[in-house]
């Protein structure tokens, strides 16, 4: 048996309880992929990101993990809601989701604001299973956005967003050959790119703003810090249905050989990519109201 088959084996049969646990052993699984040559794998993380981005960190490395290709998942209760069923015999997703409970205030402190006499706690995590689409059948389903190589009212939503940000946004041939640069507070972009290539270069430009403007940057090199960029706006174009091209191998200077890096960065990506996503457009009516299964606490 190969070392990913035991590691995978070795998740399955000791299945891991919280969400440290969970990232900890997809996170091992990634490194083994990624020394064995398997540049791909990191790829379908990303990919992963960009269907699942409503999900926590731990839950989509595991739904990359148990099903690469997967494309819209959802509890068995759910399909059912929306006219589809579970076919017999498919294995679910195991992902976790949150066991939450009440903690009524003291009386003393509820009288002061009766309309907060209660507050939600999370209590834990259990078992739960998803199913992807291709493992169900039944009506079809509203089409989700799909761009196709333009991302439509994106870039304006995007711009939009930034404003609301206090970043500025202009175009300049000055920059040239560079495509795009940030200056913390100021985005400039060089004009003449395609609505694709403008769009991608946004987005890179936007995930610096976000993630590379602050204490963090001292902490990381300039390789990583445009490494995480560009794996963002990977995750995001590929959710506005744009052709990002090959993610691949260079990713794989996200970590040089260090787990904790490499678990940082991709959360990190996960994040920002999820803050620009929920920028860009409100989420889908089917996908809002789906699965409780589905919004698990990151």
């Given at each position: 048996?190969?070392?990913?088959?035991?590691?995978i084996?070795?998740?399955?049969s000791?299945?891991?309880?919280?969400?440290?646990?969970?990232?900890?052993?997809?996170?091992?699984?990634?490194?083994?992929?990624?020394e064995?040559?398997?540049?791909?794998?990191?790829?379908?993380?990303l990919?992963?990101?960009?269907?699942?981005?409503s999900y926590?960190?731990?839950n989509?490395?595991?739904?990359?993990?148990?099903?690469?290709?997967?494309?819209?998942?959802a509890?068995?209760?759910?399909w059912?809601?929306?006219?589809?069923?579970?076919?017999?015999?498919?294995?679910?997703?195991?992902?976790?989701?949150?066991?939450v409970?009440?903690?009524?205030?003291?009386?003393?402190?509820?009288?002061?604001?009766?309309?907060?006499q209660?507050?939600?706690i999370?209590?834990?995590?259990?078992?739960?299973?998803?199913?992807?689409i291709?493992?169900?059948?039944?009506?079809?389903?509203?089409?989700?956005?799909?761009?196709?190589?333009?991302?439509?009212?994106?870039?304006?939503?995007?711009?939009?967003?930034?404003?609301?940000?206090?970043?500025q946004?202009?175009?300049n041939e000055?920059?040239?050959?560079?495509?795009?640069?940030s200056?913390?507070?100021?985005?400039?972009?060089?004009?003449?790119?395609?609505?694709?290539?403008?769009?991608?270069?946004?987005?890179?430009?936007?995930?610096?703003?976000l993630?590379?403007?602050?204490?963090?940057?001292?902490?990381?090199t300039?390789t990583?810090?445009?490494?995480?960029?560009?794996a963002?706006?990977?995750?995001v174009?590929?959710?506005v249905?744009l052709?990002?091209?090959?993610?691949?191998?260079?990713?794989?200077?996200?970590?040089k050989?260090?787990a904790?890096?490499?678990?940082?960065?991709?959360?990190?990506?996960?994040?920002?990519?999820?803050?620009?996503?929920?920028a860009?457009?409100?989420?889908?009516?089917?996908?809002?109201?789906?699965?409780?299964?589905a919004?698990?606490?990151a």
């Amino acid at each position: 048996m190969s070392s990913n088959a035991n590691t995978i084996a070795t998740i399955e049969s000791r299945k891991p309880n919280t969400k440290q646990e969970l990232i900890a052993a997809n996170i091992k699984l990634l490194i083994e992929q990624l020394e064995a040559g398997h540049s791909d794998a990191l790829t379908n993380y990303l990919t992963a990101m960009s269907r699942f981005h409503s999900y926590s960190f731990g839950n989509v490395l595991e739904i990359a993990r148990q099903m690469p290709a997967a494309t819209r998942v959802a509890g068995f209760w759910t399909w059912k809601n929306l006219g589809r069923s579970v076919k017999a015999g498919q294995k679910g997703i195991r992902i976790l989701a949150p066991i939450v409970g009440v903690r009524r205030k003291k009386d003393a402190e509820a009288q002061k604001d009766i309309t907060k006499q209660n507050e939600r706690i999370l209590l834990g995590f259990r078992n739960a299973y998803v199913f992807d689409i291709s493992q169900t059948d039944g009506v079809d389903l509203p089409e989700m956005r799909e761009v196709s190589g333009d991302p439509g009212e994106s870039i304006d939503r995007l711009t939009d967003f930034l404003h609301s940000k206090g970043i500025q946004l202009v175009y300049n041939e000055k920059i040239a050959p560079a495509l795009g640069m940030s200056y913390g507070g100021r985005i400039a972009l060089l004009p003449g790119q395609s609505k694709a290539e403008t769009f991608a270069t946004l987005v890179h430009e936007t995930a610096h703003e976000l993630l590379h403007k602050s204490d963090r940057r001292t902490a990381t090199t300039k390789t990583v810090r445009e490494t995480e960029a560009e794996a963002v706006a990977f995750v995001v174009g590929k959710a506005v249905g744009l052709v990002t091209g090959s993610a691949s191998a260079d990713y794989i200077q996200l970590y040089k050989g260090n787990a904790s890096l490499l678990a940082e960065s991709l959360e990190v990506i996960q994040q920002t990519a999820s803050v620009i996503l929920a920028a860009l457009e409100p989420p889908v009516a089917e996908e809002a109201a789906a699965d409780e299964l589905a919004e698990v606490a990151a």
